[in-house]
């Protein structure tokens, strides 16, 4: 079965920088818009970031705009996630999806084909 594969989490100071990289190949995920979700220990999962297949539209979470960057390379078929100014509760296990609803962009709820989720540890 298709699924994404994320990379590139690790442990990073606070106000320090990561990427993050989602492969996603095959007709599975051509032409859908693809997101990326967050979830800390004993909570949900929540909204981070998505982007369209073209590039053209993208969406932030208010806490994480203005310091992460979402991106895609169509021809690596890969997505990424630029985060700066990373702060302690930015930490999480990051996963990217496909979004197969677009009316639930924001919902986890509207994505389905999850990768196995990448660590992202930021100390104090």
């Known amino acids: 079965q298709a699924q994404p594969v994320e990379s590139g989490g690790g442990l990073v100071q606070a106000g320090g920088s990561l990427r993050l990289s989602c492969a996603a190949s095959?007709?599975?995920?051509?032409?859908?818009?693809m997101g990326w979700f967050r979830q800390a220990p004993g909570k949900e999962r929540e909204f981070v970031a998505a982007i369209t297949w073209s590039g053209s539209s993208k969406y932030y979470a208010d806490s994480v705009k203005g310091r992460f960057t979402i991106s895609r390379d169509v021809a690596k078929n890969t997505v990424y996630l630029e985060m700066n100014s990373l702060k302690p509760e930015d930490t999480a296990v990051y996963y990217c999806?496909?979004?197969?609803?677009?009316?639930?962009?924001?919902?986890?709820?509207?994505?389905?084909?999850w990768g196995q989720g990448t660590q992202v540890t930021v100390s104090s």
């Open positions: 999806a496909r979004n197969r609803d677009s009316d639930y962009h924001l919902d986890p709820r509207g994505y389905d084909y």
């Open positions: 095959g007709r599975t995920f051509s032409t859908y818009r």
